[in-house]
């Protein structure tokens, strides 16, 4: 048996058909597209770092795109060695900050941006071993 795999899909709008966001903000490396007749997405497998995930359209189900919600269910999270910078790249590709990159004392530095979903950008830190939360 092989060994499974988290891999989270992403519902997206119908009818999208540039998702090169993913390419340009986090280096994403697409594996697979399924295109329809009009070449709009039905479904496209992205890696990071090996991290598999995938976008597929909306369809009658209760799984709902954000942008059909009004709202988001999902925090996606990528954790990365200089989140300021991936920040900054996600923004040159059309992500909207809704929260700036700091420290928090949990551990993180962390910066908070949206394109369909809220994506969270970390980075460890060392706050040492006693820390209460």
Request: aromatic residues 12%; proline residues 5%.
């Amino acid at each position: 048996m092989a060994t499974p795999i988290f891999a989270p899909m992403l519902i997206i709008p119908n009818g999208v058909t540039d998702v090169s966001f993913y390419t340009k903000a986090f280096d994403a490396e697409e594996v697979h597209r399924f295109s329809n007749d009009d070449g709009s997405i039905h479904v496209v497998e992205f890696s990071i770092g090996g991290a598999t995930f995938h976008l597929h359209e909306q369809w009658e189900t209760t799984l709902i795109s954000p942008t059909r919600a009004n709202a988001s269910t999902v925090s996606v999270n990528i954790f990365v060695d200089d989140v300021d910078a991936v920040v900054a790249q996600a923004v040159a590709a059309g992500a909207k900050i809704t929260s700036p990159v700091q420290d928090f004392d949990y551990g993180y530095r962390q910066g908070d941006h949206r394109h369909f979903w809220p994506l969270l950008a970390n980075t460890e830190k060392d706050i040492g071993e006693n820390q209460d939360f």
